[in-house]
């Protein structure tokens, strides 16, 4: 297993590298998640924030606050949406997995915000579903 991982967005305007371990990894159903990222579940790696460096256009970087407590990350340029970060999680950078190139450390752990799940997108795993 590698030290480390490395992507960024569609463009390549925005390049990053993150550390391994991660923290976890787990498939989102959240409206925010789905609205944001015009998919039913979204993927992501969580990663200390220390852990994970900009190797390009960090100031490309846009941050939308999606919540009181929340922002959510894209590329200025291209308009790919692949970061997140929250009070709720301090010290966390949450990344989503399509935007790592090749493998993470873990395979996604379960489903979160289930209860919000698109009716039209069935499940075929056996990973817990948390409301």
Known sequence: MPESVSGGCLCGAVRF?????????????????QR?????????????????????????VTWFSSSPQGQRGFCGQCGSSFLFRS???????????????????????????YDSHVSWLELADDLPRQL
């Open 36 to 60: 944001f990222h015009g998919a039913g579940v979204v993927t992501w790696v969580g990663f200390r924030e220390e852990d994970v460096e900009f190797t390009v256009g960090e100031n490309k």
């Open 17 to 33: 590298a993150a550390r391994l371990p991660s923290l976890w990894c787990a498939h989102c159903h959240c409206t925010q998640c």
């Open 87 to 113: 009070e709720r999680w301090p010290g966390e950078l949450h990344i989503c997995l399509s935007n790592i190139q090749g493998e993470v450390d873990r395979k996604p752990e379960g489903h979160v915000y």
